[in-house]
């Protein structure tokens, strides 16, 4: 977790959902960073199993990527410190869907039509068991780590006017549990 508390490694993780592989000079001028913090902060990731160095690829400009499609973290932690920390990145990460998702309604009037009309969002409502729940989250998570994956990975299967669209999930009580 402590890993993932630095601004910079965040913005590399999400810099590495979207593209699929980077190495530190490309990440470097995505982010307005300098190539050796860069390198520097896709090494501690790679320490802690985030990213890994693409197969074959060595020297200064090695790619990386992420070492699993997509991240799903337990929400229950035993030791309070743990929570209180993991609430506080976990709140973080909202913070930055949430502030590309406004970013989005701000400027959406600035794409094409058909940008427009295909860009979603999705509400319901079920009455479901903490299993079921699972069961959901877990298919949802294995949908959404597939959806075109190998398109991120390979950019020559990127076809034109492809962009990189975020896909995101929640399921959460909406009452409190009875007694």
């Known amino acids: 977790m402590r890993a993932l508390t630095h601004p910079l490694r965040l913005a ?10 980077i190495n530190a000079t490309q990440a470097a001028a995505e982010l307005c960073e ?17 990213v890994q160095e693409v197969d074959g ?12 499609r997509g991240m799903r973290v337990a929400n229950v932690q035993d030791d309070p410190r743990t929570a209180i920390a993991w609430a506080g990145l976990e709140r973080l990460m909202n913070d930055r869907q949430l502030d590309r998702y406004r970013a989005w309604l701000e400027g959406r009037s600035g794409y094409p039509r058909e940008w427009r009309e295909a860009a979603y969002h999705s509400h319901s409502i079920a009455w479901l068991t903490p299993e079921e729940l699972h069961t959901v989250a ?6 959404l780590a597939g959806v075109f994956a190998e398109r991120r990975d390979d950019r020559a299967l990127r076809p034109p006017g492809a962009l990189p669209v975020e896909l995101w999930s929640i399921g959460y009580p909406t009452a409190p549990a009875a007694e």
């Not at 590399?12 to 592989?21: A, S």
């Not at 913090?37 to 990731?45: A, V």
């Not at 690829?57 to 699993?68: D, E, H, K, V």
């Open 34 to 50: 300098s190539q050796a913090s860069c390198s520097f902060h896709l090494r501690q990731l790679a320490k802690f199993g985030f």
């Open 12 to 21: 590399l993780i999400e810099l590495l959902w979207r593209e699929g592989t």
């Open 57 to 68: 690829a060595r020297g200064r400009a090695r790619p990386w990527r992420l070492s699993r």
């Open 138 to 143: 877990d298919q949802i998570s294995e949908l």
